[in-house]
């Protein structure tokens, strides 16, 4: 497991309330750090350092299927989640089927969420040198599509099966391996193409292009415009990505090829969720941690200004509402509401 310490000083002006939030060392786990939710976990931890509230130890490089169990069991205070995990967990369903559907809606029901942003779009990619030339070359080849057990492999196979017809392990071979390992996996040849949910420009390929050129396909606009596609993107923890070419920017070596002049993609949806119990000043002073440096976590990547990071109102953009079980943490509304956002009934305690 690796970590990164996120120390904390408590501020001589502070408030009170600010004070009694610093006594507190807070835990938390999300993905790889160069990605989205790696990036604004690691954001988190430094701008409530700064701001004197937590000292909080972030475990880069996990599961989320296992950290979102592990904040409903209290085992860690904070985590990263694409929402669909909530969703299976309310269900007792797919990674979750060992727990129940009693025990997994309990669960559930003990998370609330901080704040939103779109984790990535499912996208294919290659290097050039590949077999792979494209969403109709996937039959018997091997495709790295994510971590074992994590939202992200559930969803990769979900799309390669509405893009292709294709099923993980009967017509092609996935190849799954954690986050930490995801640029290695990419470069040492263990896989044919890359399945995987990629941000403009996208941190992994930013580094993975070095071995050698590489090219990545939108989703072909047919397969995209159709019932299982659109069915797919209504659901929880996806929404849709639709965007100008010229806008779908990658790392110079990566080619990105669509039919027309616009690239498409199913993207992942999700945030920062915490335990209902966190007390009220906590949540409200985390999230006003964020909302307070939205410009200087934004400046921090190339990506980060385009995952709807500050987004609250549009309910299609931040997953929440509908059948996403989550809610936002009375703490966070406060926040939201003090900076001047409007919240959602639909997304209310």
Same mark, same amino acid.
């Given at each position: 497991?690796k970590f990164t310490?996120?120390?904390?000083?408590?501020?001589?002006?502070?408030?009170l309330?600010?004070?009694?939030a610093a006594?507190?060392?807070?835990t938390?786990?999300t993905a790889?750090?160069a990605g989205?939710?790696?990036?604004t976990?690691?954001?988190?931890?430094?701008?409530?350092?700064?701001?004197g509230?937590?000292?909080?130890?972030?475990?880069?490089?996990?599961t989320l299927?296992?950290?979102?169990?592990?904040v409903a069991?209290?085992?860690t205070?904070?985590?990263?989640?694409?929402?669909?995990?909530?969703?299976?967990?309310?269900?007792?369903a797919?990674?979750?089927?060992?727990?129940?559907?009693?025990?997994g809606a309990?669960y559930?029901?003990?998370?609330?969420?901080l704040?939103?942003?779109r984790l990535?779009?499912?996208?294919l990619?290659?290097?050039?040198s $590949?077999?792979? +030339?494209g969403?109709d070359d996937?039959?018997?080849?091997?495709? /790295?599509?994510?971590? !074992?057990r994590?939202?992200? #492999?559930?969803?990769?196979?979900?799309i390669v099966?509405?893009?292709t017809?294709?099923?993980?392990g009967?017509d092609?071979?996935?190849?799954?391996v954690?986050w930490?390992?995801?640029?290695k996996?990419?470069?040492?040849g263990?896989?044919?193409?890359?399945v995987?949910?990629?941000?403009?420009?996208d941190g992994?390929?930013?580094?993975?292009?070095?071995a050698?050129?590489?090219?990545?396909? $939108?989703?072909p +606009?047919?397969v995209f415009?159709g019932?299982a596609?659109q069915k /797919?993107?209504s659901? !929880?923890?996806?929404?849709r #990505?639709?965007i100008?070419?010229?806008?779908?920017?990658q790392?110079?070596?990566?080619t990105?090829?669509?039919e027309?002049?616009?690239?498409?993609?199913?993207a992942?949806?999700?945030?920062?969720?915490v335990?209902?119990?966190?007390?009220e000043?906590?949540a409200?002073?985390l999230?006003k941690?964020?909302?307070?440096?939205?410009?200087?976590?934004?400046s921090?990547?190339?990506?980060?200004?385009n995952?709807s990071?500050?987004?609250?109102?549009?309910?299609?953009?931040t997953?929440?509402?509908?059948?996403?079980?989550?809610?936002?943490?009375p703490?966070?509304v406060?926040a939201?509401e003090e900076?001047g956002y409007?919240?959602?009934?639909?997304?209310?305690?």
């Amino acid at each position: 497991m690796k970590f990164t310490r996120i120390a904390a000083a408590l501020a001589a002006t502070g408030l009170l309330a600010a004070a009694a939030a610093a006594q507190q060392n807070l835990t938390a786990e999300t993905a790889n750090a160069a990605g989205v939710p790696g990036n604004t976990v690691l954001s988190l931890g430094e701008f409530a350092s700064a701001a004197g509230i937590a000292n909080i130890q972030v475990a880069t490089g996990q599961t989320l299927t296992n950290s979102v169990q592990n904040v409903a069991e209290g085992k860690t205070d904070i985590t990263a989640t694409p929402f669909i995990l909530p969703f299976l967990l309310s269900r007792g369903a797919g990674p979750y089927a060992k727990l129940g559907p009693e025990t997994g809606a309990e669960y559930t029901d003990r998370l609330a969420v901080l704040y939103t942003y779109r984790l990535g779009a499912f996208t294919l990619s290659a290097y050039n040198s $590949s077999t792979v +030339k494209g969403w109709d070359d996937l039959k018997g080849k091997k495709i /790295y599509n994510g971590p !074992p057990r994590g939202a992200a #492999l559930t969803n990769a196979r979900g799309i390669v099966k509405i893009a292709t017809g294709l099923v993980d392990g009967e017509d092609y071979t996935g190849v799954q391996v954690n986050w930490d390992q995801a640029v290695k996996t990419m470069t040492d040849g263990s896989a044919d193409a890359f399945v995987l949910p990629s941000s403009f420009p996208d941190g992994r390929h930013t580094q993975a292009v070095a071995a050698g050129a590489m090219t990545m396909w $939108s989703m072909p +606009k047919d397969v995209f415009e159709g019932e299982a596609a659109q069915k /797919y993107m209504s659901a !929880p923890g996806s929404g849709r #990505l639709e965007i100008p070419l010229s806008e779908a920017v990658q790392a110079e070596g990566v080619t990105v090829i669509s039919e027309d002049d616009m690239f498409r993609g199913i993207a992942t949806v999700g945030g920062e969720i915490v335990r209902k119990e966190m007390d009220e000043e906590t949540a409200y002073q985390l999230t006003k941690a964020v909302l307070d440096n939205l410009d200087a976590i934004k400046s921090k990547t190339p990506f980060l200004p385009n995952v709807s990071l500050g987004e609250i109102e549009d309910t299609s953009t931040t997953g929440m509402c509908g059948a996403m079980p989550l809610k936002y943490h009375p703490g966070a509304v406060r926040a939201w509401e003090e900076a001047g956002y409007t919240v959602p009934d639909c997304a209310r305690p």
